[in-house]
């Protein structure tokens, strides 16, 4: 009775475990392409307006690039988990001031937005998307941007 017992938990976790792959899975591919910033705070600040529509972030694969006005802001390697309540992303940063650092964040996706909350390297990850004078949180909510026109066929 006990092997049997076992062998039901072991099904059960291995599902479990398939199904937040396929969530990642999912997540991932809805965060592929282009996005542009609507809105943010850094270390409770908000990010001027005049900034905001220089911010834009290209998901491919499991990589992110961030760019301000034409120029890499930062460049990582994507890691998702949708099991957690907030879903929990992390960020292996190879390129931009915190290169070869880890920063740990939450995000949350609703259709062709994105927001996320992201601690400093080194700091616990965040169980809100709040962003307060010196707590050192960056918080941004995405807008998925918008794909230019195909030119119609001659």
Avoid: N
Avoid at 46 to 74: A, N, Q, S
Avoid at 84 to 106: E, H, M
Avoid at 128 to 142: E, I, L, M, N, Y
């Amino acid at each position: 009775m006990k092997t049997v017992a076992l062998g039901i938990v072991l099904l059960v976790l291995a599902g479990s475990q398939a199904d937040d792959g396929a969530a990642a899975k999912r997540d991932m591919e809805a965060m592929q392409g282009e996005w542009t910033m609507a809105s943010g705070a850094a270390d409770g600040y908000p990010i001027p307006d005049t900034m905001l529509r220089d911010f834009r972030r290209v998901c491919k694969g499991d990589e992110v690039v961030t760019t301000m006005g034409g120029r890499v802001y930062m460049k990582a390697t994507v890691k998702l988990d949708p099991s957690k309540s907030p879903k929990a992303i992390d960020y292996a940063v190879t390129d931009g001031p915190t290169k070869g650092k880890t920063q740990l964040g939450i995000y949350q996706l609703d259709g062709d937005t994105f927001k996320s909350c992201f601690a400093a390297p080194g700091a616990e990850r965040p169980a809100d998307f709040a962003s307060k004078p010196g707590d050192q949180r960056t918080s941004t909510v995405w807008k998925r941007a918008a794909k230019a026109a195909e030119p119609a066929p001659k």
